[in-house]
T-cell receptor
């Protein structure tokens, strides 16, 4: 079945440093979504990417969908303590009925 | 607040028991999804319902079952509980089949 892996599994950064998490699918995706889960909270939708090579920005967050639509990345510039949480990508296959969530990257930001 | 409600918030029970978790989707959403999240684990998709019909199945054990009712709320039934079933169970909803999912606050199940 479809697998969606994320690396790294964990990342500790100092506040102000940049952070990137990568998402890789074993199959081509029709779209990819990103979610953030704060500690003790529930996943919250951040963004959806649909087109090959698409890049979207939300303030300090930059999301990219690969040309082959099998990988994606989330880059945070100048991290802040409010960025702490686990970031999940979720990929949808063209003919699929379900969104497959990635393994997640847990981000910790230290002052 | 996502608009998705889940009850109860916490549930403590013993091995071998049966419990029912309840989810009310956002107003107008037809799809309901159930996920299991164990400590420091990712989101394991269990099952999806769309407008009352089972739409997709993930890694759901035979001891687990779910249904979606005509008013679109959903219940997840967990039976013959084992220690390993202790986890956070999230419900999510979306307007159609493969849209953005809105997650509820979760039910934390502890099996002693």
């Amino acid at each position: 079945g479809q697998q969606v892996m994320q690396i790294p599994q964990y990342q500790h950064v100092q506040e102000g440093e940049d952070f990137t998490t990568y998402c890789n699918s074993s199959t081509t995706l029709s779209n990819i979504q990103w979610y953030k889960q704060r500690p003790g909270g529930h996943p919250v939708f951040l963004i959806q990417l649909v087109k090959s090579g698409e890049v979207k920005k939300q303030k300090r967050l930059t999301f990219q969908f690969g040309e082959a639509k099998k990988n994606s990345s989330l880059h945070i510039t100048a991290t802040q303590t409010t960025d702490v949480g686990t970031y999940f990508c979720a990929g949808l296959t063209g003919g699929g009925n379900k969104l497959t969530f990635g393994t997640g990257t847990q981000l910790k930001v230290e002052l | 607040d996502s608009g998705v409600t889940q009850t109860p918030k916490h549930l403590i029970t013993a091995t071998g028991q049966r419990v029912t978790l309840r989810c009310s989707p956002r107003s107008g959403d037809l799809s309901v999804y159930w996920y299991q999240q164990s400590l420091d684990q990712g989101l394991q998709f269990l099952i999806q319902y769309y407008n009352g019909e089972e739409r997709a199945k993930g890694n759901i054990l035979e001891r687990f079952s779910a249904q979606q009712f005509p008013d679109l709320h959903s219940e997840l039934n967990l039976s013959s509980l084992e220690l390993g079933d202790s986890a956070l169970y999230f419900c999510a909803s979306s307007p159609w089949v493969t849209d953005t999912q809105y997650f509820g606050p979760g039910t934390r199940l502890t099996v002693l």
